[in-house]
């Protein structure tokens, strides 16, 4: 049962354009959620978090939106940029984020020049 | 800078042997620290949450005699993969909370091939 779903494997975005990455949850429990990118081999990069009491939160490029009452949050990047290809990871966290992560299972991001 | 650092980064080893991954927390101390599994393409597995001075909890369906985890100290967290077979080749990941909030940052991740 996937508590996390990222239904989008893959995005192709034009640079300068917005890239949305989408996540849906199903655990009412998840109250803090995190996106991560990650490249081959490599750990996952923290980029942003956001808890329930809040709907979105902002950080530089990087923006996130929960909807509680859908389950929904989404991670919107303005102005993408080559730089930003990787995979994007969406995790979720229970007991405002003491409980380990449960991870979506990622959406590829590619920013065309 | 990384906060969470993990060793060694790429390991091969012969099946039937066993192999120790460390992970530590870079200045700050990590009561609890997780490890996590990827498979190709896929995403990552919680395999056990590791906690400073007491036993592991392992996820359902690990193996807590072939994945042994210690956390003898609030900086240092090993996993040691015993007896490898070849489909124990994975992308190994621990990650730790930073204090204060519940930022969760990993190490870069230890990829296992098991010949």
């Known amino acids: 049962d996937q508590q996390v779903k990222q239904n989008s494997p893959s995005l192709s975005v034009q640079e300068g354009r917005i890239s949305i990455l989408n996540c849906d949850y199903t655990?009412?429990?998840?109250?803090?959620f995190l996106w991560y990118k990650k490249y081959p081999a490599e750990g996952p990069t923290f980029l942003i978090s956001i808890s329930s009491i809040k709907d979105k939160n902002e950080d530089g490029r990087f923006t996130v939106f929960l909807n509680k009452s859908a389950k929904h949050l989404s991670l919107h990047i303005v102005p993408s940029q080559p730089g930003d290809s990787a995979v994007y990871f969406c995790?979720?966290?229970?007991?405002?984020?003491?409980?380990?992560?449960?991870f979506g299972s990622g959406t590829r991001l590619q920013v065309q020049p | 800078g990384a906060v969470v650092s993990q060793h060694p980064s790429r390991v091969i080893c012969k099946s039937g042997t066993s192999v120790k991954i460390e992970c530590r927390s870079l200045d700050f101390q990590a009561t609890t620290m997780f490890w996590y599994r990827q498979f190709p393409k896929q995403s990552l597995m919680l395999m056990a949450t590791?906690?400073?001075?007491?036993?592991?909890?392992?996820e359902q369906g690990v193996e807590k005699d072939k994945f042994l985890i210690n956390h003898a100290s609030l900086t240092l967290s090993t996993l040691t993969v015993t007896s490898a077979h070849p489909e124990d080749s994975s992308f190994y990941i621990c990650?730790?909370?930073?204090?204060?909030?519940?930022?969760?940052?990993f190490g870069e991740g230890s990829w296992l091939t098991v010949v």
């Open positions: 990650s730790a909370r930073v204090a204060p909030g519940n930022t969760i940052y």
């Open positions: 655990n009412s429990m998840f109250d803090y």
């Open positions: 995790a979720a966290s229970a007991e405002t984020g003491r409980r380990a992560l449960t």
């Open positions: 590791s906690n400073e001075g007491s036993k592991a909890t392992y």
